[in-house]
């Protein structure tokens, strides 16, 4: 595949998504989704091509794939935004699918928490709300017309067609080391583990015992990592990693294995707190202060509705008249 035929794909997907979002006749809604999807299932198709002779089928990655991508066109083109949400949870569960077939691990639990769990429930109490009082009134214009649908496709499949080319595209053919490669352990990874010593002398501990039941010796009792002057403990000889250990008094040399290198969640923990502290204190100062608003915001229209009904019932108000103006943005 060569660039410009991603980019004459990436186009045709863009055409084909415009006609589903306009309020078209139903046949050219019908032919923008043949084609939007005959584009998707081409670059896929495109991509598994460039897998190893011998790499398994990735069943769970297409399946994933295609229900997200679904679920993302049917979000941006259904008529009622309350299934548009649900739309939406078919597209973060298949990208926390995606994200857990990666082994990241922390990002698939933190989409289905933040955004199915919290963002969504407003985003869907505030929906019917919004529903329930302009019933009466019919369905707006920006209810009815999306706006501005071009510029939001041109930037999406122009954002699509740069990821794939800088991914994929290699000296105008498909680069088959990036689909399915494989993770190597790196000096960064190895100073985590290094910044971790309960772990170190536990990956130390089983280590000395895999290889004394290897050599069909007793368990060792003891094994104590030997740290450098420095306070360091793993040495560098390349791109091998090794420590100084005394294995019931005798010290030795233990080369580490890849198989010890920090796990994908030990590593996101060890950025948040080690590397952007003050980031992640920061977030959560604004998140909060963000939970705040909305609570004195939803209180205000509850307020105000029961204003209505007081003055219907020819009871006095709750909020004074200047309390009312500036939650209903009048002047």
Known sequence: ?????????????????????????????????ILAAGA???????????????????????????????????????PRPVFAAIWFVMVVVCSAGMFLLLGAEFMAFSLVI??????????LFVLMLAQEATASNGEALYDRIPREPIAAIVVG?????SIGDALLVVDGGVNASVPGRVEVATR????????????????????????ADQAGEPAPTEVKVIRNGDGHAISFDGDEASIQVEIDGKSSTMPLSPEAVPSNTQR????????????LEVAGVILLM?????????RRQIDLGEDERRVAAGLGPLLEEDESDLAGGGS
């Open 268 to 279: 996101v923990g060890w950025a948040l707190v080690a590397v952007f502290p003050v980031s």
């Open 40 to 78: 998707v299932a081409f670059m896929m198709v495109e991509v598994l091509k460039a897998l190893a002779d011998d790499a398994p089928v990735p069943i769970l990655e297409v399946i994933f794939g295609m229900g997200g991508i679904a679920g993302a066109v049917r979000m941006v083109t259904h």
């Open 114 to 123: 933040v955004y199915a769990g919290a963002i969504l429930i407003t985003y």
């Open 157 to 161: 499949f122009v954002l699509l067609a």
């Open 290 to 298: 963000a939970m705040f608003g909305a609570v004195v915001l939803a």
């Open 1 to 33: 595949m060569t660039a410009s035929i991603l980019y004459l794909a990436s186009l045709a997907g863009a055409v084909g998504l415009f006609f589903i979002m306009r309020p078209h006749r139903q046949a050219i809604r019908m032919g923008g989704t």
């Open 188 to 211: 960064d990874r190895w100073e985590i583990l290094d910044g971790l010593p309960k772990q170190l002398d536990e990956t130390a501990m089983s280590m000395a015992r895999t290889k």
